[in-house]
T-cell receptor, first 113, second 114 residues
Framework: GAGVSQSPSNKVTEKGKDVELRCDPI?????LYWYRQSLGQGLEFLIYFQGNSAPDKSGLPSDRFSAERTGGSVSTLTIQRTQQEDSAVYLC???????????FGDGTRLSIL | QKEVEQNSGPLSVPEGAIASLNCTYS??????FFWYRQYSGKSPELIMSIYSNGDKEDGRFTAQLNKASQYVSLLIRDSQPSDSATYLCAVHPAGGTSYGKLTFGQGTILTVHP
């Protein structure tokens, strides 16, 4: 079956612009996660959605970052007024539910000029 | 102390050898443990999950868990050049407000040379 789908695969934008990154999880997966991976670094947790529960936003680095998940499926991560330090690969993962193995999409490589 | 620590690399082994990757974690109540493989420029790929003490084998891979020592390892037998990648240890916390949030180690770079 289809895996986690992320779009766009690459995004180049100017500093100060807003960007939206999209994630379509595996069908039937109730949990959805966003991570960030900077060059040569480990995975940094950003936000976690589980069903209809309030999301765990504890990893969002600033109030410029927000995410939503509509209808318990597709999620959008929005970064407002982008900064150069936001340049990274943004990875989305989903799992059947919170304690199950997470499966990753191919990521969005974001470059801020 | 980092929540999840992996042995510093890079680790280089000859083709056909056993590669041993180690990981320790700080949350004694952690219940679920995962190993991911990440090729350069690619996203992490789940290769093993383990939930109870002991060994779990899947093909050339064996995961070992010792909750008393807060230690999890991954053995790769008959290593192949295609195993060359970064291996990430991930730990799922016990619960509470952190439920669902995997904590990843920094990764160990493995190189298998012919």
């Amino acid at each position: 079956g289809a895996g986690v789908s992320q779009s766009p695969s690459n995004k180049v934008t100017e500093k100060g612009k807003d960007v939206e990154l999209r994630c379509d999880p595996i069908s039937g997966h109730t949990a959805l996660y966003w991570y960030r991976q900077s060059l040569g670094q480990g995975l940094e947790f950003l936000i976690y959605f589980q069903g209809n529960s309030a999301p765990d936003k504890s990893g969002l680095p600033s109030d410029r970052f927000s995410a939503e998940r509509t209808g318990g499926s597709v999620s959008t991560l929005t970064i407002q007024r982008t900064q150069q330090e936001d340049s990274a690969v943004y990875l989305c993962a989903s799992s059947l539910e919170g304690s199950q193995p997470q499966h990753f999409g191919d990521g969005t490589r974001l470059s801020i000029l | 102390q980092k929540e999840v620590e992996q042995n510093s690399g890079p680790l280089s082994v000859p083709e056909g050898a056993i590669a041993s990757l180690n990981c320790t974690y700080s949350d004694r109540g952690s219940q679920s443990f995962f190993w991911y493989r990440q090729y350069s420029g690619k996203s992490p790929e789940l290769i093993m999950s383990i939930y109870s003490n002991g060994d779990k084998e899947d093909g050339r891979f064996t995961a070992q868990l010792n909750k008393a020592s807060q230690y999890v390892s991954l053995l790769i037998r008959d290593s192949q050049p295609s195993d060359s990648a970064t291996y990430l240890c991930a730990v799922h916390p016990a619960g509470g407000t952190s439920y669902g949030k995997l904590t990843f180690g920094q990764g160990t770079i493995l190189t298998v040379h012919p």
